[in-house]
């Protein structure tokens, strides 16, 4: 018998499979927070970012820092913003080498 918890992990990732065509880069990890850019998707163009746990994901624009998708509790997100703010030139940086020179820096 399948356990339903494995069967929905499973489905999530072939969802994330399915609209994800390139590489990505963890580009850091505080606690349970794991931050990455990736290279192609199916789906937003806006520069964004992804932030996933076991439980949560969602990506946000690196230009205004609001949740392009998914969720997470609003503490936790608060902490992502702030850690978005401080890395703000790190991850233009990524994401410019990933897509060329399309964003700048604040």
């Known amino acids: ?3 339903e918890e494995q069967l929905i992990k499973s489905l999530s990732e072939l969802k994330f499979l399915a609209n994800f065509n390139g590489n990505f880069q ?8 794991k931050f990455e850019i990736r290279t192609k998707e ?4 806006e520069p964004h970012f992804h ?10 624009s690196i ?3 609001e949740r392009v998708a998914g969720a997470f509790p609003s503490r936790i997100e608060k902490q992502i913003i702030t850690w978005a703010k401080k890395n703000h030139d790190m991850l233009v940086e ?8 399309f964003i700048r820096a604040l």
């Open 94 to 101: 990524i994401w410019n080498s990933y897509h060329g020179d």
């Open 63 to 65: 230009n205004t820092f």
């Open 51 to 60: 932030v996933e746990t076991n439980d949560f994901k969602a990506s946000y």
């Open 42 to 45: 199916n789906g937003h163009n």
């Open 26 to 33: 963890v580009i850091d990890r505080q606690g349970s927070l």
């Open 1 to 3: 018998m399948i356990d």
